[in-house]
């Protein structure tokens, strides 16, 4: 039983069938006499009797003398459709008076409900004074508000012969709720994939495919805002061709057709961050992206460029639009400051798919949003750099779920191009595919990518044969890119390697102009940027245990001060001398350092790090001391008033243990100034 058979069964007990056509919210739906049904449907006795009176599905058009139709309403009304219009005809003590016309041309082409067979929706079609067709859905709801779906008529230019100002038309608004169900449909209102493999619904409404059942698409406030402009032959020309040219942007493109086969890939949700400087191109790839499925012009309403600097029920709400379609997310530093704590918890929440449970007005629940995503981001900064900044903790989670990329590629010393002919300008290129898919061609990539999939997928042994062939090309991809690689490694390669196979799909289909292996060959180099980044934030982990264990080995070349005393203590004076730690008075933990830098490097290269390195990392981390006057980048300081007495002024690598001992020390800290 397919879902309009279910949602029928539910709704009329099985009673009426459906054809095999699909509609669209847009479609026009003419006054054809043979679109109404002429066979009385099998109904029980029983329930005919209890129900028929009240049930429009159990209501049916007759074909009067004259050629006219009509419809009983109830015992007492009838109404009539003839070439002028509509016209009711009132029965007073059992005689039928002259029927009078209450609206030009109107009709309900099809009743609607959902799988559940609920959210029941009217199709309404009408012919204005000049002869043009209209078509408009409703909420079965709407009714209720008589007023307020004779405006949609009137604006929409059906003649309605009587107002009221209360009820708008009586007589309208009770054909409307009594007219027979000329056919039913289920009406889906999001976007996307309805059986995956065999059909979907475009962001604008468009049905690609074969559905199983009648459609109608409801789902208007759930739309991105895709449009198209130019041939897929002058995007192929003016943005996919000249994209080779830069491993990020021919990545991105590829990331754009990804979602389309996340049905088909268990596990390869997430999201890529382009980090970089200012005017590097970061911004461009993500148009570039974009231009999949749309314009990129972020100056122009209705861009789908998202941007960081929103709330997080913003960020849910575009989510939820752009379930089963990339989202394109431009700045991350953008966000307020104070959300930034948020930050973490929110690409957890975006990359899981699923809202905050909230309530409505009348202090119910409401059900959570929810979606599959698969989103680009760029900024200058990376997540945890921007976390670091204000001690905000950023578990290894999110590391996972948000792959950080170099947007300047290695041995490229500006901007995101990485394979130009001699003497090319990266800037030229990068702008000219900037402004091709902003304001010249786009939006016809994505669409054909679709089209030609279902092709594919129908003519080459279906859907499951399909998910097996990408699965084996997936681990094929991983194994070749990453042997051996830990498990966290191996997941975020699903996710590159889908973005791979996504470029080839689009490549064998002759959406993207390149040859075979160069969709896998830009995501591979972007996997591997991605992986240093990644392993050297693991070392640099590692690398922040380092100074506590000098100091536990070796704890007589160190002196000790205690936190808040001002005093220092020196252990042994005959030791090469390392630095100062200055520790909790109670339990002798460690709060913060103050290391030699020579002293320090040598005993860290002891154990295979160097000593800047080791620092760095602390600063990446928010936790180096170096004051206003020596600058964010400086390693080393010299205090030109040391904390602590018997300390000399450096210079010294200081920073404080941890994020919790700077934030439980720092307000009431004796720390007074570097130089």
Sequence with gaps: ???????????????????????????????????????????????????????????????????????????NTRFIRKAPGIYVEKRIKDEWMVPRRICGPLRVAATAVNRDSDNW?????????????????????????????????????????????????????????????????????????????????????????????????????????????????????????????????????????????????????????????????????????????????????????????TTEVGIETFADRHSNWPMFLDELGSAKASDVKNLPALIYMLVNGQGKRRGNRALKAARPMSWSAFFLSTGELTLEEMAARQNIPVDGGVKVRLANIPAVPDNVKDGVCDFLAPGEDWMKVVGDISEAASRKCYGTAGPEFARRLIEHIETNGGVETFKRRLSNRLKEWIDKSAPNAPQEVRRVGRRFALVAMAGEIATALGVLPWDSETASMFARICFESWRREYEQAESDGDAKGVPLAIFRAYPSKFAIGYEGTGQ????????????????????????????????????????????KNVVRAFRDAGLLINGKKDGPRRLASRFYKPPYKSMSHGPFYAFWVTSEMKDKYESASTFKGVR
């Excluded at 054809?32 to 006795?45: F, H, I, R, T, Y």
């Excluded at 049916?60 to 004259?66: C, I, L, T």
């Design 568 to 611: 220092i203590e020196v252990m042994n004076e005959t030791e090469p001398f390392i630095g100062y730690s200055i520790l909790e008075e109670k339990n002798g933990e460690p709060v913060r350092m103050f290391l030699v830098p020579a002293s320090f490097d040598q005993e860290a290269r002891k154990l295979g790090h160097s000593g």
């Design 1 to 75: 039983m397919n879902d309009l058979e279910h949602a029928k069964e539910k709704a009329l007990s099985g009673e009426l069938k459906a054809t095999n056509e699909t509609i669209n919210a847009e479609t026009i739906v003419k006054d054809d006499a043979a679109n109404v049904s002429s066979e009385k449907p099998d109904v029980d006795p029983i329930d005919a009797e209890d129900n028929s009176a009240e049930d429009s599905s159990l209501r049916e058009w007759a074909v009067n003398s004259d050629g006219s139709e009509s419809f009983e309403a109830d015992d």
């Design 121 to 309: 929706m009217l199709k309404l079609s009408w012919m204005d004074a000049r002869g043009f067709t209209h078509s408009k859905v409703i909420s079965k709801g709407d009714l209720s508000e008589g007023k307020k779906v004779v405006r949609l008529l009137l604006e929409g230019g059906l003649d309605i012969d009587a107002l009221s100002s209360q009820t708008g038309n009586t007589d309208v608004i009770k054909f409307l709720l009594k007219h027979p169900v000329e056919k039913w449909l289920i009406s889906i209102e999001r976007t996307g994939w309805g059986t995956p493999g065999k059909w979907l619904i475009l962001p604008d409404g468009t049905i690609v495919g074969t559905p199983e059942e009648e459609i109608l698409f409801t789902g208007d406030r759930f739309m991105p805002f895709y449009e198209a402009r130019g041939t897929l032959e002058e995007w192929q020309k003016s943005v996919a061709k000249p994209a080779t040219k830069s491993s990020r942007i021919a990545f991105a493109i590829c990331a754009a057709f990804a979602p389309l086969l996340l049905k088909f890939a268990s596990a390869c949700e997430g999201g890529f961050h382009f980090i970089g400087k200012t005017g590097c191109g970061k911004s461009s790839s993500l148009r570039a992206g974009l231009s999949v499925w749309s314009f990129a012009d972020h100056t122009q309403p209705g861009c789908e460029l998202g941007s960081w600097k």
